[in-house]
């Protein structure tokens, strides 16, 4: 319900696209390294990818996308933001979202205006009860 709450507020930044399945793969440190090296060429732990694929010719209409969230970096860093490891995992559902949109965290302030707006959105979907209890630690 969050992923899909989120994916709702990230399409805002890029109307021009239209999703239809978005799988969320929750996984761990060795996990997300492969896929990570996989998909990149590097071997290094991280919180979230997210992968977007256009449709293929004549495949229906609407883009798909992969989001591999990394359980155990947020077990383990949650402490950073003051919040537990629920909370964190929710940020790392609207990185990953946000990336998904077409932002970029390149630079610091790009960084800085894709937190701004996850922050924000976590505020919100606090207030609808969205991120509570997403991890029984």
């Not at 440190?29 to 004549?58: C, H, M, S, W």
Request: aromatic share 6%; charged share 30%.
């Amino acid at each position: 319900m969050l992923t899909k709450w989120l994916m709702d507020k990230a399409a805002k930044l890029d109307r021009t696209t239209k999703w239809n399945t978005i799988e969320v793969n929750l996984t761990d440190d060795d996990g997300i390294t492969a896929v990570k090296e996989q998909v990149f060429g590097r071997r290094e732990v991280t919180d979230v990818i997210a992968l977007r694929y256009n449709p293929l010719p004549g495949m229906e209409d609407g883009c798909t996308a992969e989001l591999f969230v990394n359980i155990q970096r947020a077990v383990k860093y949650h402490t950073r933001g003051n919040w537990d490891a629920s909370r964190e995992l929710a940020l790392y559902l609207a990185h990953g979202c946000d990336h998904l949109a077409g932002s970029s965290d390149d630079t610091p302030a790009e960084r800085k205006t894709m937190r701004h707006r996850e922050l924000r959105w976590l505020r919100e979907a606090d207030r609808q009860n969205l991120t509570s209890n997403l991890l029984h630690t």
